[in-house]
C-alpha cells in the first residue's frame, strides 16, 4: 500500500530525511491498525521527471510486525504509478486546458520541450474522464465554481485548493488519483 508523506521541501533534501527511518514513520499501520508495528524495511526505487528533477528516487518502504505487510511512504509531490511528477502534470494541464495551448506549446510550459504528443493526449484523457468525480471529491474541501463542465470546474478547484493538498486529499482519504487509473491498472471484472 502507498501511503503520501507530507513533505514540504524541495526535491534535493529529500534524499537526506530518508536517512532516518524513524522520522516519518506512520504511528499505527493504515492496514489494520496496530500502533507501532512498523519497523524499516528498505526501499524502491523509482523514476521521476520533476521541473528540475529527471533521475531515480529513493521511496521508504515499512513492514508491519502484525499484518506482515508493507506500506511504502511515497513524497506527495509524486503521482502514484506515473513517471512524471505532479509540478510537470499540473502545469501541462493548466496550459492545454485553461489556457488553450496546442499540446507542444503545453508540453514546453510544463518544461518538457521533448514530451510525445501521445503522452499529452493521454493525460488530457484521463484527466477530463476522471473530471466529474474528482469535481465531487473536491466539494469537500472547496464550494464548486461555477463553469461550464466539469474539466473546467475540477481544474479551477485544484487551483484554489492547491494541486498538491488536493492531491493529498483525494488520494490519501479517498484512494483517487487525479488523472484516473489506467486501463492497465483496473483489475479485471469478476
Given amino acids: 500500500m502507498q501511503i503520501l508523506h507530507s513533505f514540504p521541501g ?5 534524499e537526506g530525511e530518508l536517512e532516518d527511518p524513524g522520522r516519518h514513520r506512520p504511528c499505527s499501520c493504515p492496514l489494520c491498525g496496530t500502533r507501532k508495528g512498523l519497523v524499516a524495511h528498505g526501499f524502491y526505487r523509482r523514476t521521476l521527471v520533476e521541473e528540475d528533477f529527471d533521475g531515480v528516487l529513493r521511496v521508504r518502504r515499512y513492514l ?3 499484518c506482515r505487510r ?3 511512504l511515497l513524497p506527495d509531490f509524486v503521482l502514484p504509478y506515473l513517471r512524471f511528477g505532479l509540478t510537470v502534470v499540473a502545469r501541462f494541464l493548466k496550459a492545454r486546458l485553461v489556457q488553450g495551448r496546442t499540446l507542444t506549446a503545453a508540453g514546453q510550459a510544463a518544461g518538457q520541450s521533448t ?4 503522452r499529452g493526449q493521454q493525460w488530457v484523457g484521463r484527466f477530463r474522464a476522471q473530471a466529474a468525480p474528482l469535481a465531487a ?6 464550494p464548486p465554481p461555477p463553469a461550464p463542465d466539469f474539466t473546467a470546474r ?3 478547484m485544484l487551483e484554489t485548493i492547491g494541486w498538491k493538498r488536493a492531491h493529498r486529499f483525494v488520494f490519501s482519504q479517498l484512494r483517487l488519483h487525479l488523472l484516473g487509473r489506467a486501463r492497465s491498472q483496473i483489475p479485471d471484472a469478476p
Avoid: F, K
Fill in 10 to 14: 524541495h526535491l534535493c533534501e529529500y
Fill in 64 to 66: 508491519c510486525r502484525a
Fill in 70 to 72: 508493507t506500506v511504502s
Fill in 115 to 118: 514530451m510525445s504528443y501521445q
Fill in 137 to 142: 471529491a473536491l466539494a469537500a474541501v472547496t
Fill in 154 to 156: 475540477a481544474l479551477a
